[in-house]
């Protein structure tokens, strides 16, 4: 709901920072005036200095629910494939497409869907993907009929493409409604609502379709789940209309403020094309690019065949295959929240990436290698252990791009980085699946974790070029010195 406010902000609940602290934000107005004057453009601060809104939270809290209830249809039906394939009398092959089509789908809408974001901002697009996820579960309440497949299809390709007005959110949000101290635990738990509905996406189905005999019952199930999330998609519709807004009354950051003093200047509006060359010819970018999309590749295709990997080794424990999904998705919630306050509280970029990656890498040796010990309990364990550091990636190569591509809007960068991650995946997926079929799982794990050394490597050599950071310095760096 976009409200009407002055400039100031009366009668809403507010932080105004005091000048102790590293950031920006904490930076009194004349030592902001003295210094941060010039990096914000010249325009003056508000008198009150710069301040964060108590309603950032709740615009933030439902943004992860709208952003889970897009993600939990991701991996929907592969979770439960050998359900799926019986009951509709497909092939495995087009239960991975269900998974495949949310990548498919962004990669070629990616360049519009950051133009649309830069253009109408955060309520417009956000709602645009709400209406996008809740028409796509309605439709999927009208599929369940083993002829009916194509519908459940087509409900799944329209809650993929509201996707593309999702994926690219959550460092945007932190930008515009947070101030510099805690931009990246709030991209963090941005970032943590994809991971929420991803778990919910491995859990609930094989709690809800269980692996029955009798192909009515698994129907009726089926239809139970369908209409379940119809109704929650609805139900977040209408909170996201009378609650989402777009952005507060004042910037929260000198950086914020500049960014949108660029934004709203015509003489210095840089074109949306203009802002891609400067994303793609930043060499630093494009290495964070590379070894982001392996990353969040290698973890789409293990998702999407954790059911047949898992059914290899412990035949008829469909509901662990997604209990195990949802250790993975857990752990990474808590590996993105941790790493999110890591960043806040050091800002050491480039350290925490590339140690986080080359975790993600040694997880994935030693998942490759116990998923034959024949105890389950020591899969959940190292599952557990790739999820935290793997997902826990997501928001730390959004901040770390954020910084390498400042003032370059966050949507489009983070926007990019998703592209390539779904371009990763859907090749890492289907030469995941050819080798899982060929040569076994072992052969499969291996080839990800070889990957998984690739990208740490480029992480490695990619410089440390935080501009974003540096925005802050002017002023800051005298807030120290009184």
Known sequence: MDLKHSAGGAGENSET????????DMITPKEKE????????GHNPPAEGYKVYARR???LILFVFYSSSNAMQWIQYTIINNIITRYYGISDKWVDWTSMIYMILYIPLIFPGSWFLDKVGLRITALVGIVGTCVGAWIKVFSVDPSLFYVSFIGQSIVALAQVCILSLPARLAAVWFGPDQVSS????????????????FVLPPMLVPNSP???TVGSDLQMMFYLVAGLTSILLVLMVIFFQDKPPTPPSAAQEAAQLLESSGAEQVSFMQSLKNLMTNRNFIFLLLSYGINVGVFYAISTLLNPVVLKYYPGHEVDAGRIGLSIVLAGMLGSVVSGIVLDKTHKFKET??????????????FTFTLDTGHIAVVYLTASLLGFFMTGYLPVGFEFGAELTFPEPEGTSSGLLNASAQTFGICFTLFYSELFTTFGDIAANITMAVMLIVGTIITAITQSDLRRQNAQVPASGQAGNP
């Open 17 to 24: 920072f005091i000048a102790t602290s590293k950031s920006t």
């Open 214 to 216: 009798d192909l009515e």
């Open 57 to 59: 939270w709740a615009v």
């Open 186 to 201: 709030a991209t963090s738990v941005g970032v943590f609502g994809n991971q929420l509905g991803v778990a919910v996406g």
């Open 34 to 41: 003295g210094k941060g004057a010039k990096a914000a453009g």
């Open 353 to 366: 990436t590339l140690a986080v990656y080359a975790l993600s890498m040694v997880g994935m040796w030693i």
